[in-house]
């Protein structure tokens, strides 16, 4: 009897044990049993002293558990490291100012032994200054990659080609700034988009995109796009993919921005196949001799946002019937600033609007 209680005991806490294991691993708690890999923890150690950490955003790595460190994540099981975030705020890059102050990292490249780390999963080094050093071909080797974000970085020249072997990559993030009126980053072919065929967001805007082949395949290649932004790349019209099959042409965006180009006249025929699409920024898209430019709130009934500043709608008939359609139930953010947009300010009964931009029109 003593010992039939003693292994009920012993199945009890046996029990409970696997349980909490269990529990433990769908939180994803990273005090495993294995600790980092010292491969890698040494191409950590590496990479920190490659660069200068005046705000202290490392000061976490020391000792030898990379993946207690501040910014790493290991796999709970193989003690691999699958999360590098180290994002900065330089210079305010996403336009904010902090009340906790800067922080971010310098360094004159993205040191190569980062190579050294085989499974990475997520990468984050956005915000940093690498003095306008190359984007690092070796990230074309992380293969289980899917969320990739490089912007405001500070990285300068050609994207590697190499990117497009990515094929996980669900997030690819590589907005870049002006510096003295020049775009620090550009592309002379954007063939390598090809690979990307699980890619659901990607950012683009200010890479000088003027010089690149096969900018259309952006449009017609990644299906899987649900958020697109070519803001300030130097695209003309001719970029546009207009000759491809419209209903290949991002059959499931939702948002696009295609602000700050030089695009004219008529408004693509796919947009009228964009039914997922609520956000749209078509801000410096000279739509004055645009016979269908009136028609695009009609043409997309879905959406909820929609920018057209600068876009010389002075010749739109923008009628009180227009506005108060019942096709615009949707939209929710309305600009149609700086225009030049004459006549009488139109009386409106559009219940969903709650933001409506006529600033810089001569309307009375």
């Given amino acids: 009897m003593g010992n039939q209680w003693v292994l009920g005991l012993h199945l009890v806490i046996l029990s409970m044990f696997l349980v909490a294991t269990k529990y433990t691993s769908c939180l994803g708690v990273q005090n495993s049993t294995r600790s980092c890999h010292e491969r890698e923890r040494l191409a950590l150690l590496k990479f920190k002293q490659s660069v200068t950490d005046d705000f202290k ?3 976490s790595w020391v000792g030898s558990d990379c993946c207690s460190w501040k910014g790493v994540r290991c796999d709970g099981v193989t003690g691999r490291v699958v999360v590098l975030h180290l994002r ?3 210079a305010g890059y996403d336009g904010e100012f902090y009340e906790d102050g800067e922080y971010y990292l310098k360094g004159y490249k993205v040191n190569a032994c980062l190579a050294e780390l085989r499974h990475p999963q997520q990468l984050d080094l956005s915000g940093n200054n690498f003095y306008r050093s190359q ?6 080797s992380f293969k289980q990659l899917s969320y990739l974000n490089l912007s405001y970085a500070f990285f300068s020249g050609i994207i590697p080609h190499h990117i497009g072997n990515l094929s996980n990559l669900k997030v690819l993030d590589l907005r870049s700034s002006s510096y003295d009126e020049t775009r620090l980053i ?8 090809s690979g990307l065929s699980s890619l659901e967001h990607l950012d683009l ?4 995109l003027s010089q690149a082949k096969n900018v259309a395949m952006v449009f017609y290649m990644i299906p899987s796009l649900e958020y697109l932004s070519l803001s300030a790349c130097e695209l003309s019209s001719a970029d546009l993919g207009l000759h491809h099959n419209s209903s290949k042409i991002l059959p499931n965006i939702e948002h696009l921005d295609l602000s700050s180009n030089t ?3 008529q408004l693509p025929h796919f947009f009228q196949n964009l039914t997922s ?12 001799l645009a016979w269908n430019s009136v028609n695009l709130l009609n043409m997309i009934p879905s959406l909820s946002e929609s920018h057209l500043s600068v876009c010389g709608l002075h010749n739109a008939p923008f009628s009180p019937t227009y506005l108060n359609s019942s096709a615009h139930s949707n939209i929710q953010y309305l600009d149609l600033s700086c225009n030049s947009i004459g006549g009488r300010f139109p009386s ?3 219940t969903s609007l709650t933001f409506l931009d006529l600033s810089e029109n001569l309307l009375h």
């Fill in 186 to 193: 550009t592309s002379n072919d954007m063939a390598w988009v």
């Fill in 348 to 350: 409106m009964n559009i």
């Fill in 263 to 265: 695009f004219e006249g």
């Fill in 277 to 288: 699409l609520t956000f749209l920024d078509l801000s410096y898209y000279n739509l004055n």
């Fill in 205 to 208: 805007s200010y890479v000088d």
């Fill in 88 to 90: 900065g705020n330089y």
């Fill in 135 to 140: 984007i690092p071909k070796f990230i074309g």
């Fill in 57 to 59: 955003m490392l000061s």
